[in-house]
């Protein structure tokens, strides 16, 4: 008898505020089931998150107003999240420029809207490290950076797997994954798959 294929991993992707359906799309194309998350009931039976980019601001204004805080800070403490750029904000265990609430389920400091305005925003290609690279692939990763916060202070639990420019733009802790820039935005699937690997 041959075997019966494991079950796709069903990943919420928090569909409050920014390119969720972007990264929905990226998980299938990683191997996911993406679920969109609008509500705390829908977080039940996934087996990991993704908060995406979008206005973080904004977003902790829509995750209160829809009951979602503790929720979310429950679900942060027991299972995978991946956030990027705002995503990223919200998971970071100390914001600056200016401060505001996150949920510090990743020891490291960022700043919002480091590298400037809109028109600040870049396309440029990283070069992972040898952990990446070991574990997702070789080659080059083409970074989406729209008015991307900066990582400023990583503790020392935390892993740095990519650069930009001297700081870290790809990290990671325990269960956790954080990315500064849209790794949705490519066709690139190595980035969500790396995250799969967390489940």
Do not use: W
């Not at 970071?92 to 420029?97: G, P, R």
């Not at 290609?125 to 070789?138: H, N, S």
Request: glycine content about 10%.
């Amino acid at each position: 008898m041959s075997a019966m294929p494991s079950p796709r991993k069903k990943v919420g992707v928090l569909a409050l505020q920014g390119d969720f359906e972007a990264h929905a799309k990226a998980l299938e194309r990683a191997g996911a089931e993406p679920v969109l998350v609008n509500r705390a009931g829908d977080l039940e039976g996934i087996d990991a998150l993704v908060i995406p980019g979008g206005e973080s601001t904004t977003m902790l204004k829509l995750i209160g107003e829809t009951g979602m805080k503790e929720p979310l800070a429950d679900f942060t403490a027991k299972k995978p999240v991946f956030g990027t750029c705002a995503g990223a904000i919200l998971l970071a265990k100390e914001v600056t420029n200016p401060e505001q609430f996150s949920f510090g389920a990743v020891d490291l400091s960022i700043e919002r809207n480091a590298y400037g305005r809109q028109v600040d925003s870049r396309v440029a290609t990283i070069e992972p490290g040898e952990e990446f690279a070991k574990r997702a692939g070789e080659g080059g990763v083409e970074a989406v950076f729209i008015r991307a916060p900066i990582i400023r202070r990583t503790g020392p639990g935390v892993r740095v797997l990519a650069e930009y420019a001297g700081d870290p733009v790809l990290v990671e802790q325990g269960k956790h994954l954080i990315a500064t820039f849209h790794p949705e935005l490519t066709s690139d699937p190595r980035i969500h798959r790396l995250f799969l690997t967390k489940i």
